[in-house]
């Protein structure tokens, strides 16, 4: 039984390698584990056979009737058919002329310095001579203008209507000085008025700010008298305070003085009683001299 269990196995794994794997050749020494599922090997057998190119043969159709070119392409695999297309399928192509192409060339070509100035100097002298050009046109139109208008004979409708204009404009001349005149009177009047208008306002200009100096200088005034009025009662305040210093100064010297007069007493008074004292001890000492004198000899 272990050995119908391996050859079972083995029968089992060699099944499923065949319906996993698909063999590419029966002598094939690489491993086939590298070559990834069944199906991935089938997409790059495909490309490698694009790649390769058509082995067995390529077919093609040529645009006829306004069909499309068609290309056929068989592999060893499958047959496919290309459609190739009519456009260009980015739309960003370009067809130039060859004088187009030649233009842009020389165009981006590099220029040196003296070719720049070169360039630079005929362009100027193409446009100096396209200006001349144009100035002589004009001036030939004009000089045959004027001789046109010389050489031109004026009809009679041409003369009357010339006689027309010109009195027009005469009448129109004369009602334009009058209306001169008038603004000119207009003008002159609004002129005054703003002058007057003016005046009137720097005369009430001038007399509100000498107002308003004067109301100025008077508060002025007002704040100097109240400072000087301070001033002076600070000053009296400081007299009255050195006066009152003053008193009490020579109250304390009068105290000083009557306190020192009043020691020099008691000084006197303990000097007397002292003497005083003195002169009673010196009596009695006299006293007791004079009994001890007196005493008899014997007692001596």
Same mark, same amino acid.
Request: proline residues 2%.
């Given at each position: 039984?272990? /050995? /119908? ?7 089992? =794994?060699?099944?499923?390698? /065949?319906?996993? #794997? ?5 002598? =094939? !020494? ?41 290309? *056929? @392409? ?20 370009? @067809? ?5 192409? +030649? ?5 981006? &070509? ?26 002589? *046109? ?28 010109? #009195?027009?404009? !005469? ?10 005149? !008038? ?14 208008? @003016? ?42 305070? *050195?006066?009152?210093? &003053? ?9 000083? @003085?009557?306190? +020192? ?5 008691? +000084? ?12 009673? #001890? ?10 001890? /004198? ?5 007692? *001596?």
């Amino acid at each position: 039984q272990p /050995s /119908s269990d391996v050859s079972s196995g083995s029968s089992v =794994s060699v099944h499923s390698k /065949s319906r996993r #794997y698909r063999t590419k050749a029966l002598n =094939s !020494e690489v491993d086939e584990t590298l070559f990834g599922s069944a199906k991935l090997n089938t997409v790059k057998e495909d490309d490698a056979s694009e790649k390769e190119g058509p082995r067995q043969g390529k077919a093609a159709s040529a645009p006829a009737g306004g069909q499309k070119e068609i290309i *056929r @392409i068989i592999t060893k695999d499958l047959i496919r058919s290309l459609i190739v297309p009519t456009e260009d399928p980015s739309g960003k192509s370009v @067809i130039i002329t060859p004088q187009e192409y +030649n233009r842009i060339r020389s165009a981006a &070509r590099f220029l040196t310095k003296e070719e720049r100035e070169v360039a630079m100097q005929k362009m100027k002298e193409e446009k100096a001579e396209i200006l001349d050009a144009v100035c002589n *046109r004009k001036n030939h139109m004009k000089q045959q203008e004027v001789h046109r208008k010389k050489n031109e004979k004026l009809n009679e409708m041409e003369e009357e209507a010339k006689v027309n204009a010109q #009195y027009l404009l !005469e009448k129109a001349y004369a009602m334009r000085m009058e209306q001169e005149d !008038e603004i000119k009177h207009v003008n002159e009047l609004i002129l005054n008025t703003k002058c007057h208008v @003016i005046r009137d306002a720097q005369i009430l200009e001038k007399k509100q700010i000498d107002k308003e100096l004067g109301d100025e200088e008077m508060r002025l005034d007002q704040m100097m008298e109240v400072e000087r009025q301070r001033a002076i009662q600070m000053q009296e305040e400081i007299e009255a305070l *050195r006066k009152q210093e &003053r008193l009490r100064g020579q109250l304390q010297l009068l105290e000083q @003085i009557k306190k +020192n007069q009043e020691e020099a007493h008691l +000084n006197e008074e303990v000097r007397e009683q002292e003497t005083q004292q003195m002169l009673e #001890y010196l009596e009695q000492v006299q006293l007791e001299d004079m009994k001890v /004198s007196k005493a008899p000899e014997s007692l *001596r």
